[in-house]
Nanobody, 115 residues
Framework: QVQLVEPGGGLVQPGGSLRLSCAAS????????VGWHRQPPGKQRELVAT???????NYADSVKGRCTISRDNAKNTMYLQMNSLEPEDTAVYYC?????????WGKGILVTVSS
């Protein structure tokens, strides 16, 4: 059974930085695309960033240039480095792994950007 665990999150001041991590188990992590979505308060879930098994990355326009997604296959872990955070980045962040027939999701972590 695939499990994704996301520690961290929390309160960050505008302009600050935060690195999210997500550890996977139960899957051949290195074979699958992984990524992050987020759901701002009162809004729909949206894509943040993805990274393929070949380390090709894709970003939402709203975070391009401010966020970097990466993966460490030896640790079965993906990361999302977020810089220059804005109040609009406040959301629950979900990591996911795109399996053969379904996506697997973490439980989500709350990131609040506020002074």
């Amino acid at each position: 059974q695939v499990q994704l665990v996301e520690p961290g999150g929390g309160l960050v001041q505008p302009g600050g930085s935060l690195r999210l991590s997500c550890a996977a188990s139960g899957a051949l992590f290195s074979f699958f695309p992984v990524g992050w979505h987020r759901q701002p308060p009162g809004k729909q879930r949206e894509l943040v960033a993805t990274i393929t098994s070949g380390r090709i990355t894709n970003y939402a326009d709203s975070v391009k240039g401010r966020c970097t997604i990466s993966r460490d296959n030896a640790k079965n872990t993906m990361y999302l480095q977020m810089n220059s955070l804005e109040p609009e980045d406040t959301a629950v962040y979900y990591c996911y792994l795109a399996g053969y027939s379904t996506n697997y999701w973490g439980k989500g972590i709350l990131v609040t950007v506020s002074s």
